[in-house]
């Protein structure tokens, strides 16, 4: 499994995924990317981790013989629907959010094993995904920009990190990737590039130092409970 959460924000859409990968039957974790740009399309997958590898595999192959549509989404759809009548037990555990930008505005999308919908607010994916959900529900509101969601998201990701052994970061940042409008709405606090992109590390430096102070006054709400 994996944690990624997506989210559609007053200035675009934003991707937020950890780097754990773990074999159930070994218990053998390692730390990869899950979250993979084709164009003006951005894919980020959770679930059984050899199953969500087919699905990039191929998506790859097409991308790279220059076989992908302008709207990759429903090839990506289309590798799903053929796998799953394969690969049944681990499709089942499949799910994907599917960010897209096609003309001036970004668009997010959820799929599961037989099920596709468009999020208008914000979506996890994970073993802890309703759990991370009731909390999210709290912190994430309808004027939030990318940048305020993300930091948000690498917060959840390293809460989550100390109770689910299938989410983690190995002190390295997590994935981020923004789809922002095109053009940015007036009156935005962060003036974005307007590139389809995956934050840089200074960027991701810069969102650590936020993260950090928010996980400390956690620990300390925390610590005041149990006083």
């Known amino acids: 499994m994996t944690y990624i959460l997506g989210a559609r924000c007053t200035n675009g859409v934003v991707l937020i995924g950890d780097l754990k990968r773990t074999d159930k039957n070994t218990g053998i974790a390692d730390y990869n990317r899950k979250i993979f740009q084709f164009g003006s399309t951005v894919l980020g997958m959770s679930g059984i981790s ?11 192959r097409l991308f790279q013989e220059n076989l992908l549509p302008q ?5 990506i759809l289309g590798v799903h629907e053929q796998l799953r009548s394969i690969h049944v037990e681990e499709a089942k555990q499949f799910q994907a959010l599917i960010a897209e930008r096609i003309g001036d505005k970004s668009k997010l999308y ?7 919908i468009p999020i208008s607010s914000f ?37 989550l990190e100390k109770i689910d052994a299938y989410v983690g970061l190995n002190d390295r940042h997590p994935q981020i990737y923004f789809l922002p409008d095109n053009p940015q709405p007036k009156g935005s606090t962060y003036q974005e590039p307007l ?3 995956e934050a840089t590390n200074i960027e991701l430096d810069e969102m650590k130092k936020d993260v950090d102070k928010m996980l400390e006054k956690f620990d300390n709400f925390i610590k005041g409970l149990l006083a």
């Open 195 to 197: 590139d389809i992109r």
């Open 110 to 116: 959820y799929a599961g094993y037989q099920e596709f």
């Open 50 to 60: 050899r199953y969500a590898e087919k699905i990039n595999e191929e998506v790859q």
């Open 71 to 75: 709207i990759v989404r429903p090839l």
């Open 123 to 159: 979506m996890p994916t994970g073993n802890t995904a309703v759990a991370s959900y009731m909390v999210l529900n709290r912190l994430i509101n309808p004027n939030l920009e990318m940048r305020d969601i993300a930091k948000i998201g690498y917060f959840t990701i390293k809460c």
